[in-house]
């Protein structure tokens, strides 16, 4: 075609390849730098010994080796053992709990009852406030000197004296509860994908006969799946991922009964006097494969998988 | 072919005119701070001078802390009285002694370390020694007597096996116990001072229960932390184990089983669950209930001294005491320096011999007194007069304060915090208070999941 | 017959309803109006209404503390960090959404991995890049990772919202001489404000309330953001309760009075980014 000499630099943009490259470009330089090294430095690492004693030179652990940090964690790590049933607790409560609410009240909503749009704004609330702040309100909220939590308990069972920070299971659905409720963003997604129904629909259903509860259940509930489907991957995302509210309320404790997979890699690498980063990563990898596997199985059930 | 070419062209000289943006944005960053600490210093001074940084995490306004401002005046002092010798560069980390430890963390990782930093209690010398980032000190401590007696008990309790000390403390950790003198009377319990070995104390407690007196309030953590290791130290064959903490390979020994048993049966079941918090920073419902005159006795070091100023329960009844043993009359207390003072190797001639010069200034016997005196806390010089101290204060914390770290640095066994001891099956060992206390775990579980715990970190 | 109890019917399912906003209004706001009664109690806590009420706490924080500073570093941060994230990202979104080329679905699972990434894990090698290039304790160097942060989530949004464009906008574009470049930019970029909006404010609000990174990589006083701030309270000012408690409600309220004034807007950006999903 027209030599490389006439080619300005506006003819190349127009060029489609070059186009492509130049709009992909920084954001994959940005995923490269942010995420791309850190990733490919969490897997190798999981294969060596890394720990404070070779701080500066993670060593691999040799080819017969190198499943020994992924064995020691299904072997002999209970800490971890407690870490991956609790994450996977987590992410089924968040589909028996979150979800199911979540899909009520947006059914609920949808029909516009008085105040529904205050109560709307209201259920977002808590997921646009800092987790920071979350976790130091549900602190307080459970401590018992100052909190209310005890204090009820006290005038239900009088003398009961509930530390729910204290007990291994009550400490356990002190941090679920300190977020698993609040699916107010996840909701106002339900609720566009309702109002987003044409209306005809409910027409002719309501010809045939049918009522609220009949639409809810044979209308709106099928025409909401693809987003259900969305907002359960974020749903369960969060619920595998959950870190913060463990760090703020109550620090994997009482008896490490409230470890999550992320608590444990902290604890493991940079929280650990022995800073064993191998095994946290060897923890980290089967997080992330965790997740790819759980978006599948998500996606699958809903059959949320491509919009297009 | 040519269209591929040109877009890769177009494409590295893209990432190039990325780094470069970056690059210069970065030394643009890099120099501005440096730039202004030195403006700062070098106003006075010559720009010759040896120039060294010292981080610390007493970044408290006075307001909230008091010690900390003293603390920055100890420092400034030291700044103001070398300043024809070297520039003596201070600054304080917002994040306190954590965020130093951190920090040290993630520059180790870029291959950087602080010239000279107080790490607070976080010990950073394991990982940092083993990177060749840090200064062995005990060539300095040996040549000169003043700085050996100066560190006191830091010079036997951080030598490594490998017969370094690469780091040294201008205050401990001072630990025994607080209590109030009016609940032990009124429920006509021996008080502390009178008690011979660990019976009496179990006799105390079960006075003060039969009289309606929560003996103690405890949690998951700090305070009943303390008690273990005090009683820990009862005998011979206790302390031995206890002092090979840092070794242990099992927890399979019958006097930490018996330490464990008499936590369980004597401690954790004596107080009622309202009184045993989670463990954590923050909970400290243990403290306020003792200086709110609820507990008879509080599990924390020499410096609460200064919780009795305005207490509820009355100042004039708060005591100091030290442990008990199972030696009649002997008596126990925890002294924990840990990691302080930490020296990088990076560091020229000159500039190590200002951060050792610094480090003598801190451990000096001036500076332990005047630590004592404000109620900072404990020093670990061993040449610290506690009778000409007491003579000295004059308002009442300072007197607590100096009478709990006189009977501290007079106790016949003087051992390590169990966090300095067993680190972090410490907090594996915290975990396990709670099922303790409600009975749901044995003896015998504790050690079997604390041996797994050892099994699993290798 | 029939009638009456399609009657009843109706009344037990409005009770439902409002059993149900009830429950969700509840839920919440109770924390937060536990916080913000507690903060002006002399001591914080319990169930009771304050009996005196005390400014203490705020007194502290608006005068030692320079809570503005703090204000004004998050803003620069979020909306800078916001800015660059989505100017990216859209430009990635748009050709993966539009164009064909080889490894298209490469990208797409590139970028989705970084959904299940715990920020732990990468916080070591994050620490190492940004010290490496001199911008640890910058604000450039927060902005530079919170551009990369939610760069999934962004994706996500843009695509699918580019997605449901119709594709004869830009080929009238281009027929009329504009080139790529200029029809993303002309065409492209004004029809998708909604979803670029979603994001943006998605990516906004991810931002400000990021507190991991923006705790390790910025240490001094006068660079830190609002939520780092509420890290320090944790552990240097839990004697101070009022203080504690004060913080909680100057860093969340913030959110709440731009969200509650913002609320519209944001409700119809996030809907009409989401419907086309």
């Known amino acids: ?308 | 072919m040519k269209k591929k070419l040109i877009s890769l062209l177009l494409c590295s000289a893209m990432v190039a005119s990325m780094v470069v943006g970056c690059g210069g944005g970065s030394e643009e960053a890099a120099e501005t701070p440096a730039a202004t600490e030195e403006a700062e210093v070098t106003e006075e001074a010559d720009g010759e001078l040896p120039t060294i940084t010292f981080v610390h995490g007493y970044y408290h306004d006075e307001s909230e802390w008091a010690a900390a401002a003293e603390m920055r005046a100890i420092y400034q002092e030291f700044a103001d009285a070398h300043k024809d010798e070297f520039n003596f560069v201070i600054v304080a980390d917002e994040s306190g002694a954590e965020g130093i430890y951190n920090t040290a963390l993630n520059d180790l990782g870029a291959g950087n370390f602080y010239d000279i930093a107080d790490f607070g209690g976080w010990d950073i010398t394991p990982v940092a020694s083993a990177a060749g980032a840090i200064v062995d000190l005990k060539p300095y401590l040996d040549e000169d007597a003043a700085f050996k007696a100066g560190v006191g008990v830091c010079y036997d309790q951080n030598l490594t096996a490998d017969g370094a000390i690469y780091s040294v403390r201008e205050q401990i950790e001072g630990v025994g116990f607080w209590y109030n003198e009016a609940l032990f009377a009124e429920a006509g319990a021996k008080v502390p001072s009178e008690w011979s070995t660990w019976a009496d104390f179990n006799e105390a407690v079960d006075a003060l229960v039969a009289a309606g007196i929560t003996p103690f309030g405890l949690n998951a953590g700090w305070p009943t932390n303390i008690l273990l290791a005090g009683y820990s130290q009862r005998s011979e064959a206790s302390r031995a184990f206890y002092a090979d903490g840092k070794a242990v390979e099992s927890f399979d020994d019958e006097t930490f089983k018996e330490s464990i048993a008499f936590m369980q049966e004597n401690v954790l079941q004596k107080i009622d669950a309202a009184n045993f918090g989670p463990g954590g920073d923050d909970d400290e419902a243990y403290r306020t209930a003792f200086f709110d005159g609820e507990t008879a006795m509080l599990f924390n070091g020499v410096w609460d001294a200064g919780g009795s100023v305005d207490c509820a329960a009355g100042a004039e009844n708060i005591k100091p005491a030290v442990f008990p043993t199972d030696e009649a009359g002997k008596s126990a207390a925890l002294l924990s320096g840990g990691c302080g003072f930490v020296v990088g190797s990076h560091l020229d001639e000159a500039q190590t011999a200002a951060a050792i010069e610094f480090i003598k200034y801190m451990t000096s016997p001036e500076i332990a007194a005047r630590i004592i005196e404000k109620g900072i806390g404990m020093a670990p010089s061993t040449e610290v007069d506690y009778d000409a101290l007491a003579e000295k204060v004059t308002t009442d914390d300072a007197k607590l304060l100096v009478e709990a770290c006189r009977l501290c640095q007079n106790a016949d066994y003087q051992a390590l915090g169990l966090g300095n001891t067993f680190g972090d099956a410490e907090g594996e060992i915290q975990a396990k208070y709670a099922g303790l206390k409600d009975g749901s775990k044995t003896v015998d579980d504790v050690v079997a999941e604390l041996n797994d715990f050892l099994a699993a970190a290798e | 017959m029939q009638k009456s109890k399609s009657k009843l019917g109706d009344f037990l399912s409005s009770a439902f309803g409002k059993l149900i906003m009830f429950i969700v209004i509840f839920i919440s706001l109770y924390p937060i109006v536990w916080v913000f009664l507690s903060s002006f109690k002399e001591n914080p806590g319990g169930l009771s209404l304050p009996d005196k009420w005390v400014l203490d706490g705020y007194i502290t924080i608006f005068t030692k503390l320079n809570i503005l500073t703090y204000f004004k570093n998050s803003l620069v941060i979020t909306v800078c960090s916001t800015v660059i994230s989505v100017l990216i990202v859209s430009m990635a979104a748009y050709v993966s959404a539009r164009m064909e080329f080889k490894f298209k679905g490469l990208v797409t699972l590139m970028f989705s991995t970084t959904l299940f990434i715990p920020a732990i894990s990468i916080s070591l090698p994050i620490y190492q890049l940004i010290n490496s290039l001199g911008l640890k304790d910058s604000h450039i160097g927060v902005i530079f990772i919170y551009s990369g942060l939610g760069i999934a989530t962004t994706y996500f949004i843009l695509r699918s919202y580019f997605l449901s464009i119709p594709k004869e906008m830009e080929e009238a574009a281009r027929i009329d001489g504009c080139g790529y470049v200029g029809s993303f930019f002309r065409i492209i970029v004004p029809i998708a404000k909604p979803g670029i909006s979603t994001a943006a404010i998605m990516a906004f609000l991810n931002n400000w309330n990021e507190f991991y990174f923006a705790s390790i990589l910025l240490k001094s006083k006068d660079k830190m953001t609002l939520p780092a701030l509420l890290g320090q309270f944790t552990t240097a000012y839990s004697k101070n309760l009022n203080g504690m408690f004060s913080a909680i409600i100057v860093t969340v309220v913030p959110t709440i009075v731009i969200f509650c004034l913002l609320s519209e807007t944001f409700v119809k950006s996030l809907t009409a980014g989401a419907v086309k999903g």
């Open chain 1, 1 to 308: 075609m027209t030599s490389p000499k006439k080619n300005s630099l506006k003819k190349i943009f127009t060029r489609k390849n070059g186009f492509v490259l130049a709009f992909l470009l920084p954001a994959i330089i940005l995923w490269a730098i942010i995420y791309a090294y850190p990733l490919i430095q969490i897997f190798f690492t999981s294969f060596s010994k890394w720990n404070y004693k070779n701080f500066l030179n993670p060593e691999f652990l040799g080819w017969e080796n190198m499943f020994d940090n992924y064995i020691k964690l299904f072997t002999v790590d209970r800490n971890f053992q407690v870490a991956l049933v609790n994450s996977l607790k987590w992410v089924v409560l968040t589909m028996c709990i979150q979800m199911p609410f979540t899909v009520i009240v947006a059914l609920v909503l949808s029909k516009k009852p008085r105040g529904w749009k205050l109560t709307r704004n209201v259920f977002i609330i808590p997921n646009i406030i800092s987790t920071a702040a979350i976790g130091l309100i549900f602190l307080n909220l459970y401590s018992p000197s100052r909190g209310i939590v005890t204090e009820i308990c006290n005038m239900i069972w009088p003398g009961s004296d509930v530390s729910v920070l204290a007990n291994p299971t009550y400490a356990f659905w002190g941090v679920t509860f300190s977020f698993i409720l609040f699916g107010g963003s996840s909701c106002l997604l339900l609720l566009t994908q309702i109002f987003s129904i044409d209306p005809a629909i409910y027409e002719a259903a309501r010809v045939d006969g049918a009522n609220e509860r009949q639409l809810d259940l044979k209308i709106r509930l099928p025409l909401m799946r693809p987003m259900i489907g969305t907002v359960s991957v974020m749903a369960a995302n969060y619920g595998l991922l959950l870190y913060n509210e463990i760090a703020l309320i109550s620090q994997g404790g009482p008896d490490n009964a409230t470890y999550s997979l992320s608590y444990y890699v902290y604890k493991t690498g940079l929280g650990s006097t022995k800073l064993n980063f191998a095994r946290a990563n060897a923890a980290g990898v089967i997080q992330i494969i965790l997740g790819i596997v759980l978006v599948g199985l998500i996606n699958k059930a809903f059959r949320t998988d491509e919009a297009d």
